[in-house]
């Protein structure tokens, strides 16, 4: 599966849909600055910020968010504590995965 690039947006609130979202990672680079992330689709998915890696297996490492429900992270900004990729799989089947970035 081919990586979601945010990293170029400039223009917020962004809102991204991604369609047929499977069990695997699907990869989501995202710009420098402090953002608020909001991710969830309407089926059951996990969310990864470590050992992302598109295609591969979800890492243990990740939280679960159900399905028709939103999580909400606010992400740091300074290169030290900085998130610039997550990954995000629906739980089994499919997932309609919506992402939507502000400025934080």
């Known amino acids: ?3 979601i690039d945010l990293s170029a947006t400039t223009s917020y609130p962004l809102i991204k849909y991604a369609a047929t979202v499977g069990t695997t990672q699907q990869e989501v680079t995202l ?3 402090k953002l608020k992330l909001t991710v969830g689709g ?3 998915c996990f969310i ?3 050992g992302v890696s598109d295609g591969a ?3 243990t490492d990740k939280v679960s968010i159900p399905a028709n429900n939103l999580l909400e992270l606010e992400l740091g900004h300074s290169a ?3 998130i610039d990729t997550f ?3 629906a739980q089994t089947g499919t997932a309609n995965v ?3 970035l502000e400025r934080a």
Do not use: E, H, L, N
Request: proline share 8%; glycine share 4%.
């Open 57 to 59: 297996a979800m890492p």
């Open 87 to 89: 990954a995000v799989a």
């Open 48 to 50: 990864a910020t470590s």
């Open 31 to 33: 710009p420098a600055g």
């Open 80 to 82: 030290s504590d900085r």
């Open 98 to 100: 919506q992402i939507i």
């Open 42 to 44: 309407d089926a059951a």
């Open 1 to 3: 599966m081919a990586i």
